[in-house]
């Protein structure tokens, strides 16, 4: 474990949280409300802002977002085209925010569940694009969480990016495939590497420095499932 690491994206998230809540905002053309214990970056999430915008069109196709936040990107992308998506979180906290936005903003394509990676998604369901913006500092696998936003950010042994490269696949339509957003840190080819071990295709999307010193450094990637060859 990058003690340094963790110890920057642990104060990152406790100063996030040093605000009145709910907060309010306008983000990418939605009216937005942060809850607390929901994750919403700087400068008006820039990082999952960035990462919305570099999504490819979902116009027409069913969408399953994992890790949904406050809705953001469930949000933009139902509103933008995509015929429906379903937005999970493990944060509860995060689940009622999503639902209270699609509220705010008028948008009946988005249902949102508590769901940890796929374990509440009903196993016929198929969707056209997964999408995940998922957590990408590494812990030990007994980690312990210190407050519901931890959840944002730590992986505990790794195994959610394990498990949302290979269980996805069962969950997509036929020519599905992933799209991958991820802080790659100061290893560039850290998800390639990964993504080649796993033999599985992709594309690099969009990446972006977002800090100078290169510790948020986000790449968005889009992958196909093995069944997808």
Aim: glycine share 6%.
């Amino acid at each position: 474990m990058d003690i340094d690491r963790v110890s920057y994206v642990r104060k990152r998230l406790a100063e996030s949280q040093q605000d009145e809540f709910p907060k309010y905002t306008n983000c990418l053309g939605l009216d937005i409300e942060v809850h607390k214990d929901v994750f919403w970056d700087d400068d008006n999430n820039v990082t999952g802002r960035w990462v919305t915008e570099n999504v490819p069109s979902t116009t027409g196709k069913r969408v399953l977002e994992i890790g949904c936040g406050c809705g953001l990107t469930a949000l933009f992308l139902a509103k933008n085209g995509a015929s429906h998506v379903l937005a999970t979180d493990v944060n509860p906290n995060a689940v009622t925010n999503t639902l209270a936005n699609a509220r705010r903003n008028g948008l009946t394509n988005v249902t949102s569940i508590r769901s940890d990676l796929y374990e509440s998604v009903h196993q016929n369901q198929r969707f056209d694009y997964i999408v995940s913006h998922l957590p990408s500092t590494r812990v030990p696998e007994d980690f312990e969480y210190s407050s519901m936003i931890e959840y944002s950010s730590f992986d505990p042994g790794g195994t959610l990016l394990q498990k949302f490269l290979l269980e996805s696949e069962k969950y997509l339509a036929t020519n599905g495939t992933m799209i991958l957003g991820y802080n790659v840190s100061r290893n560039e080819c850290m998800i390639m590497n990964k993504l080649d071990h796993l033999d599985l295709r992709y594309r690099l999307i969009a990446k972006r420095k977002i800090t100078p010193d290169g510790m948020i450094n986000v790449h968005v990637y889009e992958i196909w499932p093995h069944h997808g060859e």
